[in-house]
């Protein structure tokens, strides 16, 4: 009764492990965060959600990320005095909240030649599709079956243990 109950429970967790998966998003896929990119095409037909997180990476001192409204970022210019950019080149932004986003880069004229970014983050309900992008589809699809082949492999391991 006891394998039975665990049985049961493996095979649970294996149908849910792969819906909690996030998944994570380079700006830019393999261009980054950088001049000539348009990232209003990059943005279309990703589904952001809740859980997933935004990398933006790019060479520091040449580029930045600032978060910005949705006024700002039709200006081009931050009206927050207070905000500072993030300037690491390599910046993980975890989308926390549904909504709205707005990015730019505050350097010279950046975000005036298209270094700006607008996203809508969607709560977190069921699995998040796939990413467009063949980079980014297969990374999420590496992830997703990597998790699910240890789960087996774990589930496999127990089973040997109780049976032996």
Known sequence: ???RAFLITIIVALVAAPAAVA?????GD???WTLGV???AWAEGKDFRVGDTIM???KPGVHNVMKVNGSDFQKCASSNATAVPRTTGNDVIPL???????YICTIGEHCSKGMKLVITVSAAEGPSPA??????AATGAEVSALRS??????????YKMIMA
């Open 1 to 3: 009764m006891a394998l």
């Open 23 to 27: 998944t994570d998003y380079m700006v």
């Open 30 to 32: 393999n261009s980054g």
């Open 38 to 40: 348009n990232y209003t």
């Open 56 to 58: 933006f990476m790019y």
């Open 96 to 102: 926390a909240t549904p909504g709205k986003r707005w």
């Open 131 to 136: 990413p467009s992008s063949a980079t980014s």
């Open 149 to 158: 082949c240890v789960w087996v492999l774990a589930a496999m391991a127990a």
